[in-house]
């Protein structure tokens, strides 16, 4: 996994709600095999019109969001199903933080598990941020996100503090592999199986 | 000893190595996959040279992208079958059991787990799967995951996981004809929102739940998800027992009784404390469905379309517009009368036996309207099997329902089943999102018996209406 220590970029702002994962990548692009080319089909029903150009109006297609690595969402994002590719296709786009008031728990998850850093903020904080951007109009906004400071600041001043579990900084910080970590928990796991496979026979 | 809640004492059980303030260490008893979200994890496991730790505990089906259509013809999107046949080769290789096609066990993954008795009580169950919180209806810890951790699963039978905070939902009293699980589900997401039960996980209970059949209780657990929770529980009784007991994967003999005797014990004890609580009146609710494009958009079928210029904040405006946009109603409008052109039956919410009885009792000796297809998707080959030994698909087939073959199918429009531009479809499933049954289309969520109503009536109705009117002919 890619680590995530300071990032700093252009700002993609999504002033909406409840974001699903339906919308982040549609299903009819989830019959790949492979961990990769997602990206193009990100957020196709709103980024393309029905002829394949480049939907005007929609934020990521607007010049202020062109070239951007941080995505500002309003809250609940990422909600609905479990699909990984979600993460895979805003990281492929080029995202390498998602900043919003909440986000839905799996897909939280699985951002961390990409080197794709969630940053909770309020409510406030968002909408200042969605105030910002406007007022910065074509010229874009730029972020710069510390996850060793936990620590979000523009250089006009904008600056906020977010939490995240010490678990999930370390592995981000250091782009870590769970499955090797977990792995080293060897004689914990054989114990506890051989408890649970007597009880299951009946025999405990 | 501390009284402790159903949830604690599944995790308690699980916890591999105690981790202090950190995330645990969980043991998974029972892995279910699919094709859509495994072949990333298998690579994963290949390219490292790992193997699967438990491949006993793990059980894989085909459902997402099959067609529901004439299975004697190959799947005739490419993609589609290279994803099928990507996961047989898997399944193979790495010694998994696999549900194919031609098995007679193939169904919606959160189907076959609770009728092959895999699904039980106590368990920590995981899936590639968001509304793999079905299997809590068991007593089960049973929640989706990314593909990531699917193949940290399969590589270690274990799950890292924060502790979640724990939501009691009482549906106190009992629904009255014609309110069913799926209407309990609905009024709680309309109640508490999509994100109300966020980082929790929903303990349901109350005399409502504990009357509700195995099948109820799933589409309740189902839709957790749709509240934003981890998982949903109901605490194992002797409807749980009933339904496990004799199921092919269930325990037997000795080791019944044994199971049975520990489940029993998983019950929250008395003085035990969630960290929220919800009560309901289950007696008050009316039919619900959904009038959005978010599950939380939800009212009585007896309600209106709400007024965004009623809303308190400019961003809840905002939804509300582009939501009414979308679905192409004006605030105010009477859901009641709205016409629908498609029906869908089926999914991981509604398409057990339970569910098709539901459907078929209202369908008896009516016709689907003119103006309207209508579908019924089993959930599995077995509950297919079920209901053409009951005549159900019969009595479908004579109401002008077309009768198809197991799979997600319109639940979310992965193979041909999938709504146009603009089509508005009355449906069991679980998610309205935009676009979700196919670009454009337009869902309302409702019960089994309502969408019924809907294919019959040609537009959305009160099924209690109807009921009535049997009633009243009988
Ligand atoms: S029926 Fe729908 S919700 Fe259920 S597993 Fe299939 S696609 Fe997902």
Known sequence: ?204 | MTPRTLFEKVWDAHVVKPSGDGPALLYVDLHLVHEVTSPQAFDGLRLAGRRVRRPERTTATVDHNVSTGDRALPIADATSATQVATLSRNAREFGVELFDLDSPGQGIVHVIGPELGLSRPGMIIVCGDSHTSTHGAFGALAFGIGTSEVEHVLATQCIVQSRPRTMEVRFEGLPGAGVGAKDLVLALIARIGTAGATGHVIEYTGAAIRALSMEGRMTVCNMSIEAGARAGMVAPDETTFAYLEGRDRAPAGDAWTAAVCRWRSLDTDPGARYDREIVIDAADLSPQVTWGTSPGMTTDITGRVPDPAAAATAAERESLTRALEYMGLRAGTQLEGLAVDRVFIGSCTNGRIEDLREAAEVARGRRVASTVRAMVVPGSKRVKAVAEREGLDRIFADAGFEWRNPGCSMCLGMNEDILGPGERCASTSNRNFEGRQGRGGRTHLMSPAMAVAAAVEGRLVDVRQLLKSVAILS
């Open chain 1, 1 to 204: 996994m890619q680590p995530f220590v300071r990032h700093t970029g252009r700002i993609a702002a999504l002033q909406r709600a409840n974001v699903d994962t339906d919308q982040i990548i549609p299903k009819q692009f989830l019959k790949r095999v492979e961990r990769t080319g997602f990206g193009p089909s990100l957020f196709y029903d709103w980024r393309y019109l029905g002829d394949g150009r480049p939907h005007p109006a929609f934020e990521l297609n607007r010049p202020s969001a062109r070239g951007a690595t941080i995505l500002v969402a309003g809250p609940n994002f990422g909600c609905g199903s479990s699909r990984e590719h979600a993460p895979w296709a805003l990281g492929e786009y080029g995202f390498r933080a998602i900043v919003a008031p909440s986000f839905a728990d799996i897909f939280y998850g699985n951002c961390c598990q990409n080197g794709l850093l969630p940053v909770v903020l309020s409510e406030t904080e968002v909408n200042d941020l969605f105030r910002r951007a406007e007022a910065a109009g074509d010229a874009g906004y730029q972020l710069t996100i510390d996850l060793e400071a936990q620590r979000v600041s523009a250089p006009d001043g904008f600056t906020a503090r977010f939490d995240i579990e010490p678990y999930r900084r370390d592995m981000l910080l250091q782009g870590l592999d769970e499955i090797g970590l977990t792995l080293r928990e060897e004689a914990n796991i054989t114990e506890f199986e051989r408890r649970l496979d007597a009880l299951e026979r009946g025999s405990a």
